[in-house]
C-alpha cells in the first residue's frame, strides 16, 4: 500500500474522494438537467429570490443549469478534481447565502433547486431542509478541495504519466 | 551507507541481513552516467547516482507542473464548451414562435359550459389551454407562443378552448385577482367574442410581461384597471361596465372549480400552463409542441 504523507493508507483517502465526486455528480446533473429541460420556470425560479437586477435574471437562469452541468461532468472524469470542487463549493455558497437572504426577507419561494420554483403558499417553505441539505453539499465539495485525489481519475491516471517521464525510452 | 535523503528513514546496508546481493539489483538504460544501484531501495548510489535522482525528481515535478496546467486548461475549455453549448440549445428553446404574426385578427369566440371555445371555421385540432391569470409562467408561455396560437387559429388550424384556473388567488394582493382576470375574459367572450380576434387579443393582453401582476407583490389590477386594460385591447366601452362590475365573477368561480377538477382528472396535479389534447398532456417543454401537433 502507497502511503500519504500523514500516514492514512492512500486506498482509503482515494475511495472517500470517489465517494465525495459521485455525491456531487449526483446532484449536479439531477439539478442542471432538471433546470435545463425548464427553461421558463427556471427564470421564475431566479427572478423569485428578487436578488438580481431584473436584466441579469434571464442570463443567469440560462447559464446556471450548464454551469452545473459542466461541474458534473468534470467531478465524473475527476478531471481538475480541486478545480472543480472548489467551483462547486462557492456555487453551493452562493444558494446557500439566496435561501438565507429569501427567509430572512420574509419571501415564500420554492429554492428552484431540482426544477420548480418560484412562490409557494406560506408556510410550505422548506428553507431549513433546503439550507442543510446545501450545508451538507458543501461539506462534500469542501473535502475534495482539500483533498482532491480520489480513485478512477483522469487527474489520477495523467499523474501516472507524469511521474514516468522516461517511460518510452529504451 | 550513506543516508540519502527522503521522507522516511531507510535502512542502513548494515542493519540488513548480510546475504543481500552485493551487486546492483536493478537494470540500468543505456547512456545514464554510470551509478550502481543501492543494494536495499534499487536507487542509485554515489554523487552520480545522486545527481540522477534530483534530475528525474525536477523533471517529474516539471513535467507534474505542465500536466497540471493541461488539466487546468482542459477544465476551462470544458466548462466554457458546455456552457456556451447549453446557451446555444436555451436560445433556441426560448425562441418566440411564430415571431412577427402579431395579434389574433379573424378568430372569434363562444361560450359554453364556461369554457371559451375560440376557432375560425372548423378547425380539425382542439386543444384545451389551462392557465391561471397570475402565473408567471403562464406569462412566459403566453410570450413564447401566444402568436403562434393566434396565428393557427386565424388560420383555421386549431380550435383553442381556454380554462382559466384560479388557485393562485391568494398570492394576489387582493386575493382575488385570478378570478377577476377570468371573469374579465369571460366578460369579453360573452358579449364581444364575435368581434374578430378579439378574444385571444385580449387574453394574450392579460399575460403581456409589465402588465400581468407579479405573485406576492403588493398591487395588482382592479376590476377598473382591468375593464381599462380591455378598452385599450380594442374591446367595445358596452362590456367596460361589465367588468368594472365584476359580473362576471361567480360564473368566473365556478368555471375555475371545474378547470381544477379537469386538469386534476387529465394530469394527476394542478399545474400551469397545461395544454390537453383529447384529454392527454402535450409535452409544451418542447419548444416545436405546436408546430408538430400542426403539423
Not at chain 1, 453539499?137 to 504519466?161: F, H, Q
Not at chain 2, 554523487?47 to 505542465?66: E, F, H, I, W, Y
Request: aromatic share 4%.
Amino acid at each position: 500500500m502507497l502511503e500519504t504523507g500523514n500516514g492514512r493508507p492512500a486506498v482509503l483517502v482515494n475511495w472517500l474522494g470517489l465517494l465525495a465526486r459521485l455525491g456531487l455528480v449526483a446532484v449536479w446533473f439531477t439539478s442542471g438537467f432538471a433546470k435545463a429541460a425548464d427553461p421558463l420556470e427556471t427564470v421564475v425560479a431566479v427572478r423569485a429570490y428578487r436578488l438580481l437586477p431584473e436584466g441579469a435574471v434571464r442570463p443567469v437562469a440560462a447559464v446556471l443549469p450548464y454551469l452545473e452541468i459542466a461541474l458534473g461532468i468534470l467531478l465524473l472524469l475527476g478531471l481538475a478534481t480541486r478545480l472543480a470542487a472548489v467551483a462547486s463549493a462557492v456555487l453551493l455558497l452562493v444558494f446557500i447565502g439566496g435561501v438565507i437572504s429569501a427567509a430572512v426577507r420574509g419571501l415564500t419561494i420554492d429554492c428552484g433547486c431540482f426544477g420548480g420554483g418560484g412562490q409557494v403558499a406560506s408556510g410550505q417553505t422548506q428553507y431549513a431542509s433546503e439550507i442543510l441539505r446545501d450545508v451538507g453539499l458543501l461539506a462534500l465539495a469542501g473535502y475534495l478541495s482539500w483533498r482532491p485525489r480520489s480513485a478512477l481519475s483522469v487527474d489520477g491516471w495523467a499523474a501516472g504519466l507524469s511521474r514516468n517521464p522516461h517511460v518510452d525510452q529504451a | 551507507m550513506a543516508q540519502r535523503p527522503s521522507n522516511k528513514s531507510r535502512p542502513t546496508a548494515a542493519s540488513k541481513p548480510a546475504t543481500k546481493p552485493a551487486t546492483n539489483p536493478v537494470a540500468k538504460p543505456a547512456g545514464r552516467p554510470a551509478a550502481s544501484g543501492s543494494p536495499t531501495t534499487g536507487r542509485p548510489t554515489g554523487k552520480a547516482g545522486r545527481q540522477s535522482v534530483a534530475a528525474a525528481r525536477n523533471a517529474t515535478s516539471a513535467n507534474s507542473n505542465r500536466t497540471q496546467m493541461i488539466i487546468g486548461g482542459v477544465a476551462v475549455v470544458l466548462i466554457a464548451a458546455v456552457v456556451i453549448i447549453g446557451l446555444v440549445i436555451n436560445k433556441k428553446n426560448s425562441a418566440v414562435q411564430g415571431n412577427g404574426y402579431g395579434d389574433a385578427k379573424a378568430s372569434t369566440a363562444t361560450v359554453a359550459a364556461g369554457v371559451i371555445s375560440v376557432a375560425k371555421g372548423n378547425p380539425p385540432i382542439t386543444i384545451e389551454v389551462f392557465e391561471d391569470g397570475l402565473c408567471p409562467i403562464c406569462g412566459g408561455f403566453e410570450n413564447q407562443y401566444g402568436q403562434q396560437i393566434a396565428q393557427y387559429a386565424d388560420e383555421g388550424k386549431i380550435k383553442v378552448n381556454l380554462h382559466m384556473l384560479n388557485f393562485l388567488n391568494d398570492r394576489s394582493a387582493s386575493r382575488d385577482y385570478s378570478t377577476r382576470a377570468s371573469a374579465a375574459l369571460l366578460a369579453v367572450a360573452t358579449e364581444a367574442g364575435d368581434q374578430p380576434g378579439l378574444v385571444l387579443k385580449f387574453h394574450s393582453a392579460l399575460f403581456a410581461a409589465g402588465t400581468q401582476p407579479v405573485e406576492g407583490a403588493a398591487a395588482d389590477l382592479t376590476n377598473a384597471q382591468l375593464a381599462d386594460l380591455a378598452v385599450k385591447t380594442g374591446v367595445p366601452e358596452s362590456v367596460k361596465a361589465s367588468i368594472a362590475a365584476g359580473k362576471y365573477v361567480a360564473a368566473a368561480t365556478a368555471n375555475a372549480q371545474a378547470a381544477t377538477a379537469a386538469v386534476r382528472a387529465a394530469t394527476g396535479g394542478v399545474q400551469t400552463p397545461t395544454v390537453l389534447r383529447d384529454g392527454k398532456p402535450l409535452a409544451t417543454n418542447n419548444v416545436k409542441w405546436l408546430t408538430e401537433l400542426v403539423g
